[in-house]
């Protein structure tokens, strides 16, 4: 079983002690990115991103500055540096090491600039969300970019065993699911609210972030298991078919 979510914009880029990492699949593609971004004024960034003056300047310098080598000196574990809603609900600063591990063979983050990610990938600073519709050689956004390339390694990664999908949208469209040779269930949570089940944006995050670290601390590699899952007081309700199980609370 294979996990998929979302990276984050928001980074954390301090020093660890944690030394196990790895290299990024996709070097060659990211740098090709990289090297568009570079071309990029800071008028260009505010534009293209949506994103303040500051924002922008901090972009244009991180692009400017971005190495073609992957070290613990200029880079960071992707878990470790995503520190969004989504990863405020994963407890990785207590994590054992046989947990990275269960991690790295077991979860995938999707990403604009990367692809897809192992946790243990080391990553330098960026932005570069993936609906961002940036021209290259490809086509005119990073759908077109990355193709069926996310796809065939998840499928490596999978081994024909069941995908769960925890990305946003705007991140799991990257996935081309016809080219997909495994079963995909998306986890969709809802919060009872003015008399009916509804999704609230900001509570969806922080769900797939606890079910994300369920996965992960309890090894979970069946998806039944996950009909136990009771973080933050959810509770599994039904199959809505298509691939989506509910979660309610």
Same mark, same amino acid.
């Given at each position: 079983?294979?996990?998929?979510?979302?990276?984050?914009?928001?980074?954390?880029?301090s020093t660890?002690?944690?030394?196990?990492?790895?290299? @990024?699949?996709?070097?060659?593609?990211?740098?090709?990115?990289?090297?568009?971004?570079?071309?990029?004024?800071?008028?260009?960034?505010?534009?293209?991103?949506?994103?303040?003056?500051?924002?922008?300047?901090?972009?244009?310098?991180?692009?400017?500055?971005?190495?073609?080598?992957?070290?613990?000196?200029?880079?960071k574990q992707?878990?470790?540096?995503?520190?969004?809603?989504?990863?405020?609900?994963?407890?990785?600063?207590?994590?054992?090491?046989?947990?990275?591990?269960? &991690?790295?063979?077991?979860?995938?983050?999707?990403?604009?600039?990367?692809?897809?990610?192992? @946790?243990?990938?080391?990553?330098?600073?960026?932005?570069?969300?993936?609906?961002?519709?940036?021209?290259?050689?490809?086509?005119?956004?990073?759908?077109?970019?990355?193709?069926?390339?996310?796809?065939? &390694?998840?499928?490596?990664?999978?081994?024909?065993? @069941?995908?769960?999908?925890?990305?946003?949208?705007?991140?799991?469209?990257?996935?081309?699911?016809?080219?997909?040779?495994?079963?995909?269930?998306? @986890?969709?949570?809802?919060?009872?609210?003015?008399?009916?089940?509804?999704?609230?944006?900001?509570?969806?995050?922080?769900?797939?972030?606890m079910m994300?670290?369920?996965?992960?601390?309890?090894?979970?590699?069946?998806?039944?298991?996950?009909?136990?899952?009771?973080?933050?007081?959810?509770?599994?309700?039904?199959?809505?078919?298509?691939?989506?199980?509910?979660?309610?609370?």
């Amino acid at each position: 079983m294979i996990t998929v979510i979302s990276p984050a914009k928001t980074l954390d880029l301090s020093t660890t002690d944690f030394n196990l990492a790895s290299q @990024p699949e996709f070097k060659a593609n990211t740098m090709e990115l990289v090297s568009i971004m570079k071309k990029k004024s800071t008028s260009d960034l505010m534009h293209l991103m949506d994103i303040s003056e500051n924002l922008a300047q901090l972009n244009r310098e991180r692009y400017k500055n971005f190495k073609k080598t992957f070290e613990l000196g200029n880079s960071k574990q992707a878990l470790l540096a995503f520190k969004g809603d989504v990863y405020t609900k994963m407890d990785v600063d207590n994590y054992s090491l046989e947990e990275f591990e269960f &991690a790295q063979k077991h979860l995938r983050i999707l990403s604009g600039l990367y692809g897809l990610l192992k @946790p243990l990938d080391l990553i330098q600073p960026y932005r570069l969300e993936m609906g961002i519709r940036l021209e290259n050689k490809r086509g005119k956004n990073l759908y077109e970019f990355w193709g069926s390339r996310i796809a065939k &390694a998840i499928n490596e990664a999978a081994k024909g065993d @069941p995908v769960i999908n925890l990305a946003s949208q705007e991140y799991f469209k990257s996935v081309e699911v016809d080219k997909l040779k495994s079963k995909v269930i998306t @986890p969709v949570f809802k919060e009872f609210k003015n008399g009916k089940y509804q999704v609230i944006g900001l509570f969806a995050k922080q769900a797939r972030g606890m079910m994300t670290d369920f996965i992960i601390k309890n090894r979970i590699d069946d998806p039944e298991e996950l009909k136990v899952f009771n973080s933050g007081k959810y509770e599994f309700k039904e199959d809505m078919g298509n691939g989506e199980w509910l979660f309610v609370r």
